[in-house]
């Protein structure tokens, strides 16, 4: 006869409850990571919806730029069926090279003006800009003074005559083209070929423009920095060169500096104006060993100044911001005004961690 101890029942329902116990803490670990993966799934997903519709806002606002050029501004954005962005675009300044104090730090940009606060002008490049700028509602703002800085740190060849220097070497050419406002069809341009003013430098630049150099100083009021009226040799504000066009016919109105153009009268008489600079230097006057080095020598530092206007930046800033769920993505293009399309070819993208010379050898002469 078998007997059975009472101190064995019940063991089976603790080895049950064990096994329970213990498949319930690794269900409930499981689904804790599939939740957690679910939850990253989720944030990654919206991190790329977060992208995609800042990049969205950054495909309008070029639009934008496209369609209104130059000189616009505006905020925009989209909150619709998911897609929210929010985008703005910043486009004029009072000076070129624009500071971005967003990007460099004012002080570090004030204590070096060579590498900051002028452009460089290679031998032969030109550069255009409108004097004028479009508002809000498409009105046309003419610009009504301005001011070139510009100088070299080129050396000139010390084997030269005597007699040749900086004041008797054209390398500077400037013109300005617009359009009469007497309702004419008349485009007229004038310019002239300027050479430089001995010990012209960053802090003493030799100028050209349109207001006197006692009243000049002035605050960019996007950067914040003091632009001082420190001219070599005052500011040249004639032009010696003046031709009208109609159709295919250019007429020279002119002479060689006989009854020089006034700049700031042909900013009063006409419209849609622009502004080229182009270098024109010489490089066989200047110091160096083979043709290359006094080439890459020949070279202008230059900057253009409003103080009571404003003109539109080299690159339009574009900053847009996406939002999907609790993700936001922001991202910052900048677009040169005639390279808006395509897209994103021509747009350079930063995301953000944190949410009086001789007129027939312009070029400068050798005697």
């Given at each position: ?15 049950a409850l064990l096994i329970m116990g213990i498949l319930m803490t690794l269900a409930l670990g499981l689904s804790d990571l599939i939740l957690r993966e679910i ?16 990049e969205s806002g950054v495909e309008e606002a070029l639009l934008d730029l496209h369609q209104n050029l130059p000189g616009f501004e505006r905020p925009g954005g ?232 404003v003109m539109i930046r080299e690159f339009a800033k574009i900053k847009s911001t996406g939002t999907s769920g609790k993700s936001r993505k922001q991202i910052e ?35």
């Amino acid at each position: 006869m078998i007997k059975i101890h009472s101190k064995q029942k019940g063991s089976a329902l603790i080895i049950a409850l064990l096994i329970m116990g213990i498949l319930m803490t690794l269900a409930l670990g499981l689904s804790d990571l599939i939740l957690r993966e679910i939850k990253i799934t989720n944030t990654f997903l919206d991190t790329g919806k977060a992208f995609y519709a800042a990049e969205s806002g950054v495909e309008e606002a070029l639009l934008d730029l496209h369609q209104n050029l130059p000189g616009f501004e505006r905020p925009g954005g989209l909150d619709e069926d998911g897609l929210t962005y929010l985008y703005s675009i910043e486009n004029t300044t009072q000076s070129i090279p624009f500071v971005d104090p967003e990007i460099i730090d004012v002080n570090i940009a004030k204590n070096n003006p060579k590498e900051f606060l002028y452009n460089v002008l290679y031998l032969n490049d030109t550069f255009s800009i409108p004097l004028f700028t479009i508002q809000d509602g498409g009105e046309v703002k003419n610009i009504e003074d301005f001011r070139i800085e510009y100088f070299t740190d080129a050396q000139l060849n010390p084997n030269l005559p005597d007699e040749v220097s900086y004041e008797n070497i054209d390398m500077f050419r400037w013109k300005m083209t617009g359009v009469l406002n007497d309702g004419t069809l008349f485009t007229e341009t004038i310019g002239d070929y300027l050479a430089l003013a001995n010990g012209s430098s960053a802090n003493m630049p030799t100028c050209v423009g349109t207001f006197e150099v006692g009243q000049s100083t002035f605050t960019d009021k996007n950067s914040g920095i003091e632009y001082k009226a420190n001219c070599n040799l005052g500011i040249w504000q004639w032009a010696r060169e003046a031709f009208q066009t109609l159709g295919t016919e250019t007429i020279k109105r002119s002479e060689d500096g006989d009854d020089p153009y006034l700049i700031s009268q042909f900013l009063d008489s006409h419209k849609f104006v622009y502004l080229t600079i182009t270098n024109i230097f010489n490089p066989n006057v200047l110091q160096g060993l083979s043709d290359f080095e006094r080439r890459n020598n020949a070279k202008i530092y230059y900057r253009i100044l409003t103080p009571d206007d404003v003109m539109i930046r080299e690159f339009a800033k574009i900053k847009s911001t996406g939002t999907s769920g609790k993700s936001r993505k922001q991202i910052e293009a900048f677009v040169r005004p005639d390279s808006f399309l395509p897209v994103f070819n021509f747009s350079l993208y930063r995301t953000q961690v944190r949410g009086e010379g001789d007129k027939q050898t312009p070029q400068g002469f050798v005697q």
